[in-house]
């Protein structure tokens, strides 16, 4: 799916951009962004979610994922935070 017509899926990804905006050196699981990033933006949501938004913003080459030394996938930005600044 290339696309999301979900405005929930949608309205998350855009907080999460949003979010990595304002801390381009982040990286965390979809747990402790469902748990941490999201509802200090004021977003409850399912990790189920927060994966489809995940999904959606790789899409677009907006977040990466990576898999740490201990198995765990971790999410980050693509972007340098000089290249925010620049918009």
């Given at each position: 799916m290339s696309e999301f017509n979900d405005s929930e899926v949608k309205q998350v990804a855009d907080q999460i951009e949003?979010?990595?905006k304002s801390?381009?050196?982040a990286a965390d699981s979809i747990e402790?962004?469902?748990k941490w990033w999201l509802p200090g933006?004021?977003?409850e949501t399912s990790s189920v979610i927060v994966q489809q938004a995940l999904n959606y913003l790789g899409s677009k080459s907006i977040?990466?994922?990576?898999?740490?030394?201990s198995g765990n996938k971790v999410y980050s930005s693509y972007k340098?935070?000089?290249e925010y600044q620049a918009k």
């Open positions: 949003c979010y990595l801390h381009p050196k402790g962004i469902t933006r004021g977003i977040v990466k994922c990576t898999t740490n030394l340098a935070k000089a």
